[in-house]
């Protein structure tokens, strides 16, 4: 069983930076893919960045060059570094993990780019 816990997210103005933080807990290894995706009102959920086994990354193109994801193996942490964020940004944003056929996803926070 694995539990995700995701904080960081809140109120930021255009072209300001937050930090989001994931937790895992239960059986995470370093080889199980882990990222984030995002949810915006009325749209699809996509694919905001992940780390592959390896340490190889993945960036959605509408966030590349702004977004950072890293990863600490041993705190079982998952970290998603936003800058420059612009007002499209807003969106709940969930982290995930998956292993296989298997996929885990924590309840989401909320990330508003307003001015």
């Known amino acids: 069983q694995v539990q995700l816990v995701e904080s960081g997210g809140g109120l930021v103005q255009p072209g300001g930076s937050l930090r989001l933080s994931c937790a895992a807990s239960g059986s995470i290894f370093s080889n199980d893919v882990m990222g984030w995706y995002r949810q915006a009102p009325g749209k699809q959920r996509e694919l905001v960045a992940r780390i592959l086994s390896g340490g190889s990354t993945n960036y959605a193109d509408s966030v590349k060059g702004r977004f950072t994801i890293s990863r600490d193996n041993g705190k079982k942490t998952v970290d998603l570094q936003m800058n420059s964020l612009k007002p499209e940004d807003t969106a709940v944003y969930y982290c995930?993990?998956?292993?296989?056929?298997?996929?885990?996803w924590g309840q989401g926070t909320q990330v508003t780019v307003s001015s």
């Open positions: 995930y993990a998956s292993r296989g056929v298997m996929s885990y």
